[in-house]
Every structure is written in structure tokens, then in C-alpha cells.
């Protein structure tokens, strides 16, 4: 079929390119595509943004509502993240229920913002046991021109930061900022057997689905990992690849924070 | 907290939002903002902010829902959950099919599919934010993605929605008029050289009499073509600035 | 395929007639079929009723039960109307959840029945807030030979006029009559370029299904409009087809009142 | 507010409605009663009121689902959300899933599917009030809907439960023998030529000896020949009325 | 195909020993095949067992909490029994909600239990109308070699057999043992014209899909009859099955009994 | 009631359960248990109870699903609903989806799946009993269970996590370190000649340092060869008690 045959001259062209070191959009190895960073554009949500990685764009809302907390933390705020992948934004894309890939990055995103403790969970605490409030992080993706991960971990950390408890409309007081502590930043890089290339494009995806996520916070420790795709990694890539997170995280995490 | 009902919706002749009874609210139009589709559109109206995208003419899969006389045309209206007051579960409701449907059908009837048998054009719209008339925004926006993905229509496709309230006619009511308003009609127009042909949609609910039915469709018609001229202006921008030439093919009128 | 041979000679027929100003079962332009209407078949519901628009067939039964009011109407009872379109009714009909055709049915029975005000909901009040009556009125399609839309229409007044509440079978009081204080009426005409055809039977509708419904209240008012269907509508068909509904749906009505 | 045990439901020999132990609920069959189903009956057993239709041997889709040795047969249970105390959701429950499957075997065992290859006979029965017995009374409306379609059988299916209440076996139990019953045991009978071959569904439930068993398995055999004798009439009737002629080849035992 | 192919020869052996009374495993037609029985070995369970009877394997868990009664039984304990046929148990199950296959064998052993009355549903009571123990029979077939539904019955009341009531979890007092006080047993063979088949294996399964389970308490009531499969059952032969099953019931059950 | 922390997860150096911190917990393995799939096993780690199946190489249903140059692998990770302390409602929920997807990926990196065009590989597991780490114990009885079922493959794949509990990196973690420790790291490595070769599965949530992320990897090794040896050791006896001779061409190294 044509379109096979495209996504085999496509992959060539990627990995001849790879072989001298070099990315068919010109970018070194290591190096992500432009970040904007549209924080507050739906005056509706509690909080959002909208963040274009290159050609990738993806909207994040918050919605906070109160509702019961989990048994096992009864003084918590409770987060859910939600991603939809909606046919809008792929030709691949289908309606319907979340599949594994959305599944996948929901949770990505999700522990990245839990395991870096980005907000401070008990502030959120209405009433112990019965009471608290509930975020809901909804990463709604409408172009995806690869690396949707990154692109939607952004969105979301953006969207907290300028997101408003809204205490008010629920009778509970005056409305104030979510208490956010922290930054986390994800760094995806595809794997190409012993070589990497960070933020992927959807033309270098053609390769394969074959990816590394890290996330860390922001004193660098590690918060997240996640391979993702059927491909063996080698100990000395996924060292190198640790410092390349880190590396990275630290200037997105400076764009984010300018942002907000 | 449901918000109570102001009080009036019409004072001193002018509407909440200072609107004269025949005013749009403000629109802003781009083209061409995705990269992934074929053609693409964002479009705001008042606090509608909507996404359209085209998919096609493309293949069918499943195969037997191909038809071998022409394309099917397949239109997905789908609100993020963060778009409204409530959260909004995930995935179609009622609302949503019902939208769905009448909009699939009213450019059923202006799209050339029989030029491509077999195939499917797929028109998925998202509402990122939802204020009343969130179906014509997206029909305004999907219309100018069509045109933008180069798929041959017998003209374009321009909404807009007139409601009464307060025994006033109304052009393009936002949530306040929308919400305790005596009645909403959403209409869609195909327009071509510039001049209203028909209704390719028409949905009301409320109570109205025949004769207000008439000077809603009068009212809409006048909306509608200043949308069009915006739908053009947007169109024209896009393949002037970027091609100059193209202009003269674009020919959204045939 | 024969079938669709079939479809087309049918098609032929009726466009050919049509020319002529006439219709295949020999009925004028604006003219309804036979009305039929069976008050009160199922004893185990609060309200029922049979319809036979000529061959077509559809039994809506109501049931009520206490339950919590919509948060932006605390006063008010609520109504749930729902249509099931079964596979016995019809080759075409197949099992599953409610498609597009029998959400947008049940959504335009539902919107005469609520913007007519046919039923004094303020009335459906058991405690302000918190308790309320749910109308449930479900309509079961057994025979499709065309316009369902009308029949379940019919139906649905028709058996709301003889519901009464079930009071006594929750300990609220006495049972008593459902308050009903309008007959909305829809209207269905099949389009066919410039001309119309008032309640399509099943032969007609395989010229396309392109109609135009229109719903009045006993006052002449307009409740409720649905253009359904790929087509374009003239905007002289239309006014034409306003008068023409609401002079159709008078005698409906009288059918209606007296039945119940 | 469950309605509560009635003390007894048996009293002075006699049940509850005034029926002997081996008497019927009231009867009423009419045939061809939808235009557009291949075959179709209506049927009451006492306050139960069905309809069932038949669509085919017709083509199968997905193809994969096709058997090139025989038709395949399906058979949907539905109730109507109104047909019983409290409104049943829309959509299958597992109740409902297993007495389509029951039914469906049922009747697999006395079609002469291998007549149809890569077919499907389609039986659909709408309950549209429910009280005891529904899946007998939607069995025995299916059967005169297969007649009335021209589907060719071994012969009749006649389906009548039988119940044991407060010690007694009796006949076709309405409600009240059903729920506070000690045991209900429905079965379906092939009747070929006016006699009983076999049992194509038996199912039962609660506590019953061997010895018991065997009296049920008679009783329901009585009942189900004057049941038969019910559904030969209504075909009958439907074909003598109509077209006179048509009575001989009907043939409903061969 | 190769696979029906196969099938058939299977089938014409089946038969053809069958003709001779005999059968090719070397059962006798009204044996059994060997039932081994492992209680309690889930042990994050409130009870369990697992049962192999012959090749075929069943795992049955209990598991117990605290909810509502059934309105028109408002001081008994609640059973749901569920079966799920998870596709690593058989070549030809898939995933997915339950079909009807595991519907009918979950409400058939449901039914054996329930009839039976081998729980004490009225000692499950805690609060009258408003709390009562909930007990969930959650039977997991993890190899299908013929006759999941004995297998599945057997497993069920051993599992229920050791259930301790988690009272002290809930705050409700000390745990005690389920009130069990029956053990009923299904029986189930296959129908082959006039002759039959008891506890099938998949090979003879073969000739078709054609059983008649028949259910026993442990005064030889019988408690739950299912016919399943689209076969003709003389009376002859459904006479002769209710000795043959009260006779096997009997020996199973004490197996059961001496198991737990 | 959920159960609280305990005060401390490490006392005098050693762990609540008193092993090691580079301890693994007991673990039994059992070839070929189930009848019916092409392979099996069964496997305990700690109170972790798992059962494997392979079935395949097979054919795919429906078509459009085959990849013509290679064959598809699926894997199901099950959670009975009886497995866990509060009873889990049957059916994939969206932490099973994920651990399916990384577990499929991990074998798809080392199944010769060239070697099957237009077929699919089904690995299924059921976990009866579920404490921390199951998804380590289903990955290492699939492993086995593939072997059984004669899939080749570049070696065999195993699995282990590590965590931090107390700030101390540990072996293997039970439930109360995976609760209320501050990281979990699971592994999975491809053992080929009696060697880790590489990294097939790599997941991590809490918090580590960039030293802790590497000395966690060797902790993970370590445990990891130790379970190598006890899969090799599960399919030599069952291939040597039952067969003999083959144990020489099970070669699960190449």
C-alpha cells in the first residue's frame, strides 16, 4: 500500500540521517522542538492551558469539585487524570472509550504530578474523611505531531499552576490558588537501538513506538519512569538518558514557571 | 449552586451584554491550525471556543460500511469535559448524538460525495468551551475546515441561532438568553455567490407563533450572512497570505 | 441486489405518482393515515396506550416513581423519555444500545410533551429540593411502516392523559390523575424536492428519509421543529408546511382528546 | 413496598384467582398482527402480553457468523421497561440473556434448519406485560410466529410451567404461586400430530422430589395439549378467514 | 478445515464407542471423573476452593461486605454469584462482559445454592432493611476440559464451605463461619439421541453442546433442573437421569463433606 | 478500615517480614498445569499466586488484525475478584490495561515473531492472589509458560522491582513496602546464556536520585538471576521427570 510504502521511505530517511548524527528537522539529538505555553484560555475551567510542542498541541482544564476522599487518605484532595484521544487530532485515532495508549498517558502524566508532590494534597482536605476536594486534570489532545506525552505533561503542570479553588461557587468560602509546590517535567526520547533522539516528531516516530519517558522534579530527583513500545534498552543508554532528562527538565521547567 | 434567572433579559431595549436584539456576538476565525488534518478551523463565538477538523475523502473501514455511489459523511460534535460549569463525563451523551446527527445531515446535503464513492469524510469537531450555540459555531467552523481540506461543496454552510426572550426576537443568544429564554431555533444556511439558497438545518424548541417563526428565519438570515462574510474573509486570508494566487481556486461559492 | 432493485422501483413509483400530485395509497398530500388509539393496554404501568397510525404500531407506557429533582429546577418533577427501537419492529432495527434515530426520537417526543408545558410539573413537587416525581415515559416501536415519529408522539400524550400518579404504592396519599393541561402534537411530512408528503408511510420513505417535523400546543403555537435528514429546504416548503401542520395537528388533537 | 405473602394460596381447593389445579390462565392468540415481520403473533396468558416476530431465513452479517451447514437461529427475550412493577432498565440483564438461550435451543431442536445454509431465522419476542410465565407465553406466541412465517418444523412448540404451592402442583402459576411458590419447573413440548414427542426446555427451580418431578411432567403435558389446541385454532383461523384454501398446506404437524 | 476436520473424527469416535456402551476414556457412561478438592487457598479470601475435576480446573473465591437487602427480603443476606470463562482457560473463550454461556453457568450454580437453602440467609442479617452481608460467589474456570458447571458447583460450596463471616473487618464483631447447612450437587450429562453421558470431558463434548444438568440437596430433593443445548429429550431418558444424578449427587457430596 | 502504616518498614536492618534487604520472597514454579493451552504454569512469589497460559502461535480473528509480516503478541493480566482485599469488580480496569501494555511490549522485544506471519501470540494471566508485585510474578510465569509452549525466543525474560523504603533500597518488595514506601521500580530483563543482555521492561513512581535509580538496577539483577535460575530449573525437571532426553533441546538460552 502507498501509505506503507511512505512510512518506509519516511524511516529511512530518519534513520540514514541518524547514522551521521543528524535529525531531518535539524535538531541535535538531545534537543526539544519550540514550547508556547497558553496558560488560562478557557475561562470555564478552574484552570487549563494550551501548549504547542512544535506541530503538537494539546489543551488541558482543570474541573475541581467537592467529593469523597479515598479510604486509605481521608485528609486528601483526591486527583483523576483523564486523557481522550480524540479523533480530531490523529488520522489514528478512533472514537470511542480509552484504549491502552490513552490509558498509558493519562497515567504517565498523572504520576508525574503524584510521586513529585506538586500539590499539596492536604490543603485541599474539607472536611476529614468526608470532604475534599477533587481535581480533575483533563488532557485533551487536538494535534498530535508526536510526542504527545511531553507536550500534555506541560499543559497539565501549567493549567494546575494558574488554577483556582473554587471554593466560593460551592459555598465554601473565598476562592484561592491551588497550593502547587512543585514542577514536574517528562522527558521522552526514542530509541533507536543504541541511539536516542529526545521529543520526538511524528515523522521520527515512524521508526517505532519505541520510547523512554523520565520525569523528575524540580531537585532533580527521578519521580517517574515508563518504557513504553517492544524494544530492549541497554544499561548505558538508559544511563545516559537519565542525564539528558534531567538536563532537559530543568529548561522546560524554567519555560513553565516563566509562564505562569 | 444552580445561577438564578436575572431578573430581565432585556433592558432599556438593550440585551445583558449591551447587544442590540439583531447583534452577533464577536467572532474570530483561523484556518488551517492543525497540522495532522486535511483541513482545519478555529472559531470563536462569544465564549464558544470550538475546534474542526476534516479528515478525507479516506478510506472506509470497516468495509461494508462503504457505499459504492459516493462518500459517507461521518460528523463527530464532542465537548471536552472542561468546556462547561459541570465537568462533563467523557464520551457522547444524547445531546451529543442528536447534534451530531442533524449536523452530519445538513452537510450531507451540501458536500459533492458522489465524486468519491467508497470513501468516507470524517468532520469531528471539538468544543474546548461551550456557551449557548455551540452547535452553529462548530457547523460555522467545520464549514470553513471543509473548504480549507479542498472537499467540493455546492456552497458553504453558515449557523447561526435566534431565540425569544422576554417576547423579543434575538440574534445569536448567549447562555443567559439561552438558558430563560422563552424559545431557541438554531438554523444553518447553504450559501452560494453570496446569496442564502436554503435550509440545511432548522431545529426549535419553546413556544412561538408562526409569525415570530418568520421573522426568526428573517433575523437569522441577516446573521448568517454577515458570518459568511467572516467564513470568507478567513478563508481568503489564509490562501492570500500564504499563496497569494490560490484566491481565485479557492471559490468557496461553487 | 434485489433488494435494492426493489428499493429502486418503490423509489420510481412514488416520485412518479408524486408529479402527478399523487400518493401510492391513494391519500392527499396532507392527509394522515387511519388513527387508532388503545388507552390504557398495560395495567401494570401508570398510563399506557396503543397507536396504529396504519400499519405502524407503537405502545408507550409511563411509569413514575419518587426521585431528586434537576439542581436548577428544585421544585419540579422530571421527565425521562426514552425509545427503544427494537429489532422486532423492523428488518432494518438491530439490537443495542439507542442509535442516533431512536436518541433524536425520543429527544422530539420529549421536547413537545416539555415545551407545550402539556404537564404542570410544579405540581410533580413531593419535597422542594429533594423528592420529586420522574415521569419515565418509554416508548416501545413494535411495527414500523413509516412515521414513528407521529405515532410515538400520539402515543405518548395518549397515555400521559390516563397515567395516574402512584401515590398510595409509595405512602404519599391517594393515587390522582397525572396533571395534564395540553395535547402537543408533531407533524411529519416527508420532503421531496419542492413538494411534501404528510405522513410518510414505509413505501414513500424510500424516496429518502428527508422530513420535516413540526410540534403545536392547543394554542397554534409552535413548540417544536426537526428538520431530519440530507436534504435542502426551500423556505416556501417551509412556510407552506408550518400551515399545514398545525391544520393536521387540530384534528389529531380532537382524535387525542377524545380517546382519553 | 413489596407486596406481601399472601397467607395461603391455596384455599378451600381452590387458587387464589379461582382456578382448579390444572387450569389454565385465559388464553387469547391472534397471527399476523405485524406488517413488516415475516410472520408475527400476539399472545396473552393471563395478564402476560407478548409479541413475537420472525424475520427470515435471511442473510447473516457479519458473514463470519454464518454456518455453511444450516441457519442459524436467534431468539431476543426483551421486556418492556413498563411491562412490570417497577421499571426494568432497556437492555439485556443476565435473566433475560439466559431465557434467550433456553428459548433459542429450544427451538434450534425443531426448526429444520439445514434447509437454510448461511441463514438466520430471527425470533424476537417483546414482552409487553410481564407476570408469571413470560418466557412460556413469549415461546408459545413464537411458535405460531414461525407458522404465520412459513418456517418449516417438526412441529409445535408449546410451552407451560408447572408450580408447587403450599405442597400443591399446579397448573400454569401466575404471580403471586410464582413468587411464594416452592418450586416453578417451565417446560416446551414438541407436539407432532397432535401428540407430545419430546421436551425441548425444561428448567426448574426450588424443591421438588423425584416423584413430584413426574407429576409435573404430566400435568404440563395436559396443559400444553389444550394450549396446542389454542395455537392450531388461531392459525387456522387466520388462514381460513383470509384465504380460505390455504388451511391444507398449512400443516402445522408435519 | 483442519480443525473441523479433527472435531469430526473425534466426534465419529465418540459416537461409535458410545454404541457400544462404552466410552474413551474407559468411564462407565454414569461415572465421574476424579474430583480432587483444595480449600481455602486463596487466602485473602473470605473463602475458597479450588476443584479439579478431571483436567477441568475451577477456582471459586468468596468474598464477603456489608450492604443493602432486597427490598422484599429485608432480613437476609444477599448472594451474587458471577462466572467469568477468562480466555486463558479455553482456546474458544474470549475476552470480554459475560456471553450467555457464563451467564446460564453462573445462575445455574447460583440456583443450586439458592434452592438448596445451604446458607442461612436470615443469620446474614445485621440490620434489619437496611445492612446485610453480602456474599460474592466468584467462580474463575482456569481450564475447561469438559463440565465447568459441576466443577463450578463443587468449588462453589467448598469455597462457602470454609467462608469465615469478616465481621471484625467491618467493626461488626468477632468473624464466625458461614451458617452453611446443605450441600448441594449438580449433576450434568451429556445427551447423545437416547443414550447418555455423565460429567462429559471436552472430547466427548465433541457430539455437541447438549446436557441436562439436574441439582440434589442432601435429602435427594431436586433442587435446580437446567436443559441446555438444542436437542430433542425423550421422558425415558430425562426418568432415567434423575436416578442417575440423585446416585452420583450422593457420592459427591460426601466427597465434599470429607473435604472440608 | 484500611490498615495504617506501620511506624517503621525496617527494624534492625532487617524487613518486616525478615528478610534482607537484597532477599527475595519464596517462590514456586510448576510447568504445564493447565490441560487445554499450549503452555502453562503456575507461579508463587511471597503470597503472590499466578497462573499463566500461552496459547499460539494461532490464527487471527478478525483479519484486518494479522500483520503479514510477523506475528501479533497479546497479553492479558487478570485480576480474579476475589484476589485482593476488597473484592475487585471483574473486567479490565485502566491499571490492568497499562500493565498489559508494558508487559506485552517487554515480550514483543524478545518472541522471534518473524517467524509467524499473519498468526498471534496470546499470553494470558490470571493472578488468583494478589500481593505487591504481581505484575513481576505474572511477566516471570508467562516466561515460563512460553517455553512450555515452544515459542521461541531470544532468551527468557524476568522480572523483579526494587523499592525504597526508609530510605533504604529493597529486594522485592511485599505490600506494606510497596504502600507505604517512597519508590517502586519494577524490571524486567532479557537473560540470555545465563546473562542479563538487556532492559525489556522499565516502570518507576516515587522518588530516587539518579544513584539510587543505578544502585536500584543492580539490586534488580541480582534478584533477577536468582529467579532465572528457579524458572530454568522448573522447565529442566518437568522436561527431565517426564521425557528425559529433551531437557537438551529445550535450550531456553537460544
Known amino acids: 500500500m502507498p501509505e506503507d510504502a511512505l512510512a518506509e521511505i519516511k524511516r529511512d530517511y530518519v534513520l540514514s540521517k541518524l547514522r551521521d548524527g543528524e535529525r531531518i528537522d535539524g535538531r541535535k539529538l538531545d534537543e526539544f522542538r519550540n514550547i508556547e505555553i497558553y496558560p488560562n484560555i478557557i475561562t470555564k475551567a478552574e484552570g487549563s492551558a494550551l501548549v504547542k510542542l512544535g506541530n503538537t498541541q494539546v489543551v488541558v482544564g482543570i474541573k475541581m469539585q467537592p467529593g469523597e476522599p479515598y479510604p486509605d487518605a481521608p485528609n486528601k484532595g483526591v486527583i483523576i487524570t483523564n486523557a481522550e484521544l480524540v479523533p480530531l487530532a490523529s488520522p489514528t485515532f478512533e472514537p470511542g472509550p480509552p484504549d491502552e495508549n490513552s490509558v498509558e498517558l493519562a497515567r504517565v502524566v498523572d504520576r508525574g504530578i503524584r510521586e513529585s508532590e506538586a500539590i499539596d494534597l492536604e490543603k485541599l482536605c474539607i472536611e476529614e474523611g468526608k470532604n475534599v476536594w477533587i481535581i480533575f486534570v483533563d488532557i485533551h489532545a487536538i494535534d498530535d505531531d508526536g510526542n504527545l506525552l511531553d507536550a500534555s505533561s506541560i499543559a497539565a503542570i501549567s493549567a494546575l499552576l494558574n488554577t483556582k479553588v473554587p471554593a466560593s461557587r460551592f459555598g465554601l468560602g473565598e476562592d484561592y490558588p491551588l497550593p502547587v509546590r512543585d514542577i514536574p517535567v517528562s522527558v521522552t526520547s526514542l530509541i533507536a537501538g543504541s541511539k536516542y533522539l529526545v521529543d520526538p516528531n511524528k515523522d521520527e516516530m515512524s521508526i517505532g513506538d519505541y520510547t523512554l519517558t523520565i520525569s523528575t522534579n524540580q531537585k532533580d530527583y527521578i519521580v517517574a519512569i515508563q518504557k513504553s513500545g517492544g524494544y530492549l534498552l541497554s544499561e548505558e543508554l538508559f544511563d545516559e538518558l537519565l542525564e539528558v532528562s534531567i538536563r532537559n527538565a530543568r529548561k522546560i521547567r524554567e519555560i513553565v514557571a516563566n509562564k505562569s | ?254
Do not use: W
Request: hydrophobic residues 40%.
Open chain 2, 1 to 254: 449552586m444552580p445561577e438564578s434567572r436575572p431578573e430581565k433579559l432585556i433592558i432599556d431595549g438593550k440585551r445583558l451584554d449591551g447587544r442590540k436584539f439583531d447583534e452577533l456576538r464577536p467572532i474570530k476565525i483561523e484556518v488551517d491550525v492543525l497540522k495532522r488534518a486535511d483541513g482545519s478551523c478555529y472559531l470563536e463565538m462569544g465564549k464558544n471556543k470550538v475546534v474542526a477538523a476534516v479528515y478525507g475523502p479516506r478510506e472506509v473501514h470497516p468495509r461494508h460500511l462503504q457505499d459504492p455511489s459516493k462518500a459517507i459523511i461521518r460528523y463527530r460534535y464532542n465537548m471536552a469535559p472542561f468546556s462547561v460549569e459541570e465537568r462533563k463525563r467523557p464520551g457522547p451523551d444524547r445531546r451529543s448524538i442528536e447534534i451530531s446527527k442533524v449536523s452530519k445531515e445538513a452537510f450531507e446535503a451540501v458536500i459533492m460525495k458522489e465524486l468519491f464513492p467508497r470513501s468516507a469524510i470524517d468532520i469531528f469537531v471539538e468544543v474546548l468551551q461551550a456557551d449557548a450555540g455551540s452547535r452553529t459555531a462548530c457547523i460555522n467552523a467545520a464549514s470553513v475546515a471543509l473548504v480549507d481540506a479542498g472537499v467540493p461543496m455546492k456552497g458553504i454552510l453558515t449557523s447561526v441561532a435566534v431565540a425569544k426572550v422576554d417576547g423579543q426576537l434575538v440574534l445569536d443568544p448567549m447562555k443567559e438568553e439561552d438558558n430563560y429564554g422563552e424559545a431557541d431555533m438554531p438554523f444553518a444556511f447553504l450559501i452560494r455567490n453570496s446569496k442564502i439558497e436554503s435550509i440545511a438545518l432548522i431545529q426549535m424548541d419553546g413556544q412561538m407563533t408562526k409569525e415570530e417563526i418568520k421573522m426568526a428565519l428573517e433575523l437569522a438570515k441577516k446573521g448568517a450572512m454577515e458570518i459568511y462574510k467572516l467564513q470568507r474573509e478567513a478563508i481568503m486570508k489564509r490562501y492570500v497570505t500564504e499563496e497569494g494566487i490560490e484566491v481565485e481556486e479557492v471559490n468557496t461559492d461553487a
